[in-house]
């Protein structure tokens, strides 16, 4: 047992749950619950499946005595140390949680975290354009935002996608696969494209501020009874440019399952998502002549958001056992990158 700096944190290192039985899961887990919940009985326990997310199983476990509290339990999706910094997750975690921005992190085994429940509603693609919606979120990402970094912070990007890229698929077991990545990708200079986003990114220099980077809508709750927005899955919160979170985020307007990217904002919708965004990050409105300048090199990060989730599904269309395209939704979002960086050359000239 270690302390994660609020309260003791549960290791169970030898506890490696099922990614697939549903019988064999709910049996694992009831030995962890057994454990960390004692005065729970097993027949009046309840789980709860989430199907949102692509990288891990996640499922939420309550008991019917204790309806206002339940466990979260996330079981990391197969090879995703290849993506995802777990003992840096859990820093992360960690540090959210002192602020009071994430669930209490309770326990760890080898495959997977058990965590608190917020409470709250998954926005989708029409609630995330309400404007009560847009003004909170733009309040909880400038609090995130402001949160102090550590010294001699980097952004996260750059080393990232190197380590997206040295796990890229040399061949795929499914020729299937292996025809549509020669199809698309074997035209495509990934590592060359990079180092080109990179130089870019660099050069712009902008303000660099802690991140969620993954803010898709599955990612964001609605806590109707306090009015208040709170966001889930810190796997990739990290140091990085603060227009690459905005600008992330307005990419994952399209949805994640079949992505229709004209349901992204409008210039004018994210004129006015940036004014109230700044007006809660800098405590003051801001001058429009800043808004403008920063649509203009918005498109940057729209477009680095589209690699960085590019060359991740290529990882994962190799890795994962999830029932999901990963190839097909790696080639979108690089045709989206291709699209939106050649938009962009006639700015930098």
């Known amino acids: 047992m270690v302390s994660n700096g609020t309260h003791a944190l549960k290791e169970y290192k030898t506890v490696e749950i099922d990614l697939e039985n549903d019988e064999l899961i709910q049996k694992q ?20 499946t989430f199907t949102n997310g692509i990288t891990n ?18 079981v990391y999706g197969k090879n995703t ?10 820093e992360t975690i960690s540090r959210l949680e002192k602020l009071g921005i994430a669930a209490p992190l309770h326990a760890k085994f080898s495959n997977g975290i058990v965590c608190g429940y917020l409470e709250g509603e998954t926005l989708d693609c029409t609630s995330v354009r309400n404007p009560h919606m847009i003004e909170k979120i733009c309040e909880a990402m400038a609090k995130m935002h402001k949160i102090p970094l550590n010294e001699n912070e980097e952004p996260f ?50 303000p660099v501020v802690f991140c969620h980077n993954d803010l898709l809508v599955n990612n964001i709750l609605y806590d109707k009874n306090n009015d208040q927005i709170n966001f889930i899955d810190y796997e990739y919160a990290d140091a990085n440019y603060q227009l690459f979170d905005i600008a992330n985020h307005f990419c994952e307007y399209a949805g994640v399952d079949e992505p229709n990217y004209s349901l992204c904002p409008t210039k004018t919708e994210k004129f006015k998502f940036l004014e109230i965004y700044f007006s809660y990050f800098y405590d003051k409105k801001v001058d429009q002549s800043k808004i403008e300048q920063t649509l203009k090199i918005l498109p940057f990060f729209e477009a680095a958001a589209h690699f960085f989730w ?9 890795n994962s056992t999830i029932d999901f395209d990963y190839l097909k939704y790696a080639v979108i979002r690089h045709q989206m990158f291709a699209q939106i960086i050649t938009k962009c050359k006639s700015v930098v000239g």
């Open 29 to 48: 887990t009831l030995s962890l619950i057994k454990d960390l919940r004692p005065n729970w009985k097993e027949d009046a326990i309840d789980f709860k």
């Open 57 to 74: 199983r996640v499922y939420r476990v309550s008991h019917k005595a204790q309806p206002e509290e339940h466990l979260v339990f996330r």
């Open 81 to 90: 140390e290849k993506l995802i910094d777990r003992l840096r997750e859990l």
């Open 157 to 206: 990007i750059f080393a990232k996608m190197r380590q997206f890229l040295n796990n890229l698929p040399k061949k795929y077991t499914c020729e299937t696969k292996n025809l549509i990545f020669q199809k698309y990708f074997e035209s495509n200079d990934l590592v060359e494209q990079f180092e080109h986003l990179r130089q870019i990114l660099s050069e712009l220099n902008t």
């Open 310 to 318: 590019a060359i991740w599904a290529l990882v994962q269309s190799a």
